[in-house]
C-alpha cells in the first residue's frame, strides 16, 4: 500500500501561483514513480509531470517551463509548484504513486483559475 495525502489546491486568479503536496508513509525511493494527473470536467484524466525514482522527470508539453516537480525525502513529500497559472489549468490534480506493478491514487485536490 501507498498511501498518498494530497493538499495545496484552492482558488488562483490567472498568472498566479499555486504549490501541490503529495505526502505518503512510504521512503519515496522505494517507489518506482511518483507524479501528478489532472482531470478537468468533462475530459479524461491526463499526465500533468511524473518522476522516477532514479530522478529521470516526464513534464506535459502544456505545463512545460511552468510547473516544476521537486522532492523532499526527508518528508517523503512529492511537490508541484504551478506558476503562471492559465484558466486551462483547472481540474482536479490527483497524486500517483506506480510500483510493483500497482498504481495508487490520492484523493484529488480542486485547482480553479480564474478571475
Known amino acids: 500500500q501507498v498511501p498518498l495525502v494530497e493538499s495545496g489546491g484552492g482558488l488562483v486568479q490567472p498568472g498566479g501561483s499555486l504549490r501541490l503536496s503529495c505526502a505518503t508513509s512510504r521512503s519515496i525511493f522505494s517507489i518506482n514513480s511518483m507524479g501528478w494527473y489532472r482531470q478537468a470536467p468533462g475530459k479524461q484524466r491526463e499526465l500533468v509531470a511524473t518522476i522516477t525514482s532514479g530522478g529521470y522527470t516526464n513534464v506535459a508539453d502544456s505545463v512545460k517551463g511552468r510547473f516544476t516537480l521537486s522532492r523532499d525525502n526527508a518528508k517523503n513529500t512529492l511537490y508541484l509548484q504551478m506558476n503562471s497559472l492559465k484558466a486551462e489549468d483547472t481540474a482536479v490534480y490527483y497524486c500517483?504513486?506506480?510500483?510493483?506493478?500497482?498504481?495508487?491514487w490520492g484523493q484529488g485536490t480542486q485547482v480553479t483559475v480564474s478571475s
Open positions: 500517483n504513486a506506480w510500483t510493483n506493478g500497482y498504481a495508487y
